[in-house]
Each structure stands twice: as structure tokens, then as C-alpha cells.
């Protein structure tokens, strides 16, 4: 399996809602862990309610248990090519076509 590079943004109310300490933690774990389709687990869900950790919905989402107030979930996006992704986001300078975006449950 090769390193990929993705664009990482999250929502400004995962930013307003989940501690600092919390975020950082499910940023960090969602960059070692999301993966293209057909490689691994291309969505997560970060549950208070989780105990451990399972995979589900055919082997692409990964469920996490999480110390954040609300359940949280990170999105792999595709854009099939990195042109596309530059379109899509207005910034040139990107070198990935992979969009990752972490979010509350209520904000997907």
C-alpha cells in the first residue's frame, strides 16, 4: 500500500464543539487510519457510545470509540484526479485529488 496525501478540513462546528485535546486526537487518528475505497475504511465514526472498534457496511467504514461530547465522523472524498479536487476548492496549489472532512454526526 502506497502514502497518500489527502486535503484535511474539518467544520467549523467540530472546531466550536469538540475540545482541542479530543480534535486533535480524532485528526490524528483519521489520518492514520482513512484509506481510499478498496484499500480500507474510506468513512469513521468517532461514538461515545462505541466500546471498541469494529468495521462495518462491507469493510469501508471503521467505528471508533471517541471521548468527544457527540458523535463524530470522518469522510473520504475521491475527486478522481487532483485537477478536479483544485477545481472543486479554489486552490491551485494542491497535489492531491483525496478530500478528507471531519464533522459532527449533524453536520453530514
Known amino acids: 500500500m502506497t ?14 464543539t ?3 485535546e479530543i480534535a486533535s486526537e480524532i ?20 461514538s ?3 466500546r471498541d472498534e469494529r468495521i462495518e457496511d462491507e469493510g469501508r467504514t ?5 471521548k468527544a461530547p457527540r458523535k ?3 469522510k473520504l472524498d475521491d475527486f478522481g484526479s487532483v485537477e478536479a479536487l483544485r477545481d472543486f476548492s479554489g486552490l491551485p496549489a494542491l497535489h492531491t485529488q483525496y478530500l ?3 464533522m459532527l454526526a449533524e453536520d453530514y
Do not use: K, W
Not at 497518500?4 to 462546528?13: K, N, W
Not at 492514520?32 to 468513512?43: A, K, N, S
Not at 471503521?62 to 471517541?66: D, G
Open 100 to 102: 478528507v472532512t471531519v
Open 18 to 20: 469538540v475540545p482541542p
Open 62 to 66: 471503521l467505528i471508533l470509540p471517541t
Open 48 to 50: 461515545p457510545e462505541a
Open 3 to 16: 502514502a497518500q496525501h489527502y486535503f484535511l478540513t474539518t467544520t467549523s462546528q467540530f472546531l466550536r
Open 27 to 46: 485528526l490524528n487518528q483519521t489520518l492514520d487510519r482513512i484509506m481510499p475505497e478498496g484499500e480500507g475504511q474510506d468513512f469513521i465514526v468517532f
Open 72 to 74: 463524530c465522523y470522518a
